[in-house]
Nanobody, 118 residues
Framework: QVQLVESGGGLVQPGGSLRLSCAGS????????MAWFRQAPGKQRELVAR???????YYVDSVKGRFTISRGNAKNTIYLQMNSLKPEDTAAYYC????????????WGQGTQVTVSS
């Protein structure tokens, strides 16, 4: 059973930064494209960034230039560096193996809450 554990969220002022971490069991990280999703209250979960096995990345337009997804030196970790945060980035953030821009392969972890507010 694959377990995904997200951490690093918190309350930050607009313009601030956070670094999210995702750790998982098994070897799924090294052999799959990994992604960060987010879900704001009342909205559908959406993919915001993904990283392929070869290191190529994709970002949704709303975070392009502000967020950076990366793989950790440990084979079962990924990160999301978030800079210049905006109130509209407020959401619960999740990592997983993406199936589509709204769905993923494995059971969702508990997520980590990011709140951007002054």
């Amino acid at each position: 059973q694959v377990q995904l554990v997200e951490s690093g969220g918190g309350l930050v002022q607009p313009g601030g930064s956070l670094r999210l971490s995702c750790a998982g069991s098994g070897s799924i990280f090294s052999s799959n494209t990994m992604a960060w999703f987010r879900q704001a209250p009342g909205k559908q979960r959406e993919l915001v960034a993904r990283i392929s096995v070869d290191g190529s990345t994709y970002y949704v337009d709303s975070v392009k230039g502000r967020f950076t997804i990366s793989r950790g030196n440990a084979k079962n970790t990924i990160y999301l560096q978030m800079n210049s945060l905006k109130p509209e980035d407020t959401a619960a953030y999740y990592c997983n193996v993406p199936v589509s821009t709204t769905t993923a392969r494995y059971t969702w972890g508990q997520g980590t809450q990011v709140t951007v507010s002054s």
